[in-house]
């Protein structure tokens, strides 16, 4: 199976980062303790980043066995709960409360939900950092590589051979880099907040976006997300004006064999989408030992 996780322990990966600076920082100088976590160096923060994504992945690969629209579905209703004026809701987890799928009539969504707290507590038995994972990161991450997949498949589907999808893949893949981690989850439900759903005229869906203070060519970029991808854009197109623009060129880029403006729009919407509501990206890091320097001869 695919697998995020950087290999070498903290320790070597802290000294061949201090190997390969133009000069030491002065953390290094201390003798003895660990680096703590606030002056942890670039490197190691991408490690320990990389690092706790793959936890999740390895065991949403395993676990999670909802439909790709189950996930991305409870990713929409929770994320689109963020009010920009209030600053309330957002990206928190509150749709695992039954009292939330309950209000967004989706209750067919709580074996997704059971599913990836499995997979969140299997990850956050690996994690070093004392911590917990929230489901709220478990839920973003589980999306990302859902869709990443869906994504590239999109593109290497259309090539005749392997190694012809590969060189596809390779020369005109969309970039799709994976959302900051690091969320906390609401302690209580808020079903007030949530986002219309699929069923709900256009303007209303429309206005949920700008509440979080998103842009609506966000809605016909995340259609999939909405609800069923063809069905939400037709109603958008109903709405008339820009939105005739945005959907239109997303269908149009859909046919082509690198979908690049579909899928960059959809990236860019999707990282904003998941931001809503906040990130401490600290949250699971931990601090590693110092590097022992040589003794002067």
């Given at each position: 199976?695919?697998?995020?996780?950087?290999?070498?322990?903290a320790?070597?990966?802290?000294?061949?980062?201090?190997l390969?600076?133009?000069g030491?920082?002065?953390?290094a100088e201390?003798?003895?303790g660990?680096?703590?976590?606030a002056?942890l160096?670039?490197?190691?923060?991408?490690?320990?980043t990389?690092?706790?994504?793959?936890?999740?992945?390895e065991?949403?690969?395993k676990?999670?066995t909802?439909?790709?629209?189950?996930v991305?579905?409870?990713?929409?209703?929770?994320?689109l709960?963020?009010?920009?004026?209030?600053?309330?809701?957002g990206c928190?987890?509150?749709?695992r409360?039954?009292?939330?799928?309950?209000?967004?009539?989706r209750?067919?969504?709580?074996?997704a939900?059971q599913?990836?707290?499995?997979?969140?507590?299997?990850?956050s038995?690996?994690?070093?950092?004392g911590?917990e994972?929230s489901?709220?990161?478990c839920l973003?991450l589980?999306?990302?590589y859902?869709?990443r997949s869906?994504?590239r498949?999109?593109v290497?589907s259309?090539a005749?051979t392997e190694?012809d999808?590969?060189?596809l893949?390779?020369?005109?893949?969309s970039?799709?880099?994976?959302?900051?981690?690091?969320?906390?989850?609401?302690?209580?439900?808020?079903?007030?907040?949530?986002?219309?759903?699929p069923d709900?005229?256009?303007?209303?869906?429309?206005?949920?976006?700008?509440?979080a203070?998103?842009?609506?060519?966000?809605?016909?970029?995340?259609a999939?997300?909405?609800?069923?991808?063809?069905?939400?854009?037709a109603?958008?197109r109903?709405?008339?004006?820009k939105?005739?623009?945005?959907?239109?060129?997303?269908?149009?880029s859909?046919?082509e064999?690198?979908?690049?403006?579909?899928?960059v729009?959809y990236?860019?919407a999707?990282?904003?989408l998941?931001?809503l509501?906040?990130?401490d990206?600290?949250?699971y890091?931990?601090?590693v030992?110092?590097?022992s320097?040589?003794?002067?001869?």
């Amino acid at each position: 199976g695919r697998r995020a996780v950087v290999g070498g322990g903290a320790g070597s990966a802290a000294l061949a980062l201090l190997l390969g600076a133009p000069g030491a920082p002065a953390w290094a100088e201390a003798p003895g303790g660990d680096i703590p976590v606030a002056r942890l160096p670039r490197g190691a923060v991408l490690q320990e980043t990389t690092e706790a994504r793959g936890y999740v992945m390895e065991a949403a690969e395993k676990l999670v066995t909802a439909p790709d629209a189950d996930v991305l579905n409870l990713l929409y209703l929770d994320a689109l709960s963020y009010d920009k004026e209030r600053k309330v809701g957002g990206c928190n987890g509150s749709i695992r409360f039954p009292e939330e799928l309950k209000a967004a009539g989706r209750e067919d969504l709580k074996a997704a939900v059971q599913q990836i707290e499995k997979a969140r507590k299997e990850a956050s038995a690996r994690l070093r950092s004392g911590n917990e994972f929230s489901f709220a990161d478990c839920l973003v991450l589980t999306a990302f590589y859902r869709l990443r997949s869906f994504l590239r498949n999109e593109v290497t589907s259309r090539a005749p051979t392997e190694d012809d999808a590969k060189i596809l893949l390779a020369a005109y893949g969309s970039p799709f880099p994976p959302p900051r981690i690091g969320r906390t989850d609401a302690g209580a439900p808020a079903p007030e907040l949530l986002p219309p759903g699929p069923d709900a005229p256009a303007e209303d869906i429309l206005a949920a976006f700008v509440r979080a203070g998103m842009i609506e060519g966000n809605a016909a970029a995340l259609a999939n997300m909405i609800g069923d991808r063809d069905a939400v854009e037709a109603k958008l197109r109903e709405v008339g004006g820009k939105m005739n623009y945005y959907v239109d060129k997303y269908i149009k880029s859909r046919r082509e064999v690198t979908q690049t403006t579909y899928q960059v729009d959809y990236s860019n919407a999707f990282l904003k989408l998941t931001s809503l509501g906040g990130v401490d990206t600290s949250k699971y890091l931990y601090p590693v030992p110092r590097p022992s320097l040589p003794k002067k001869l």
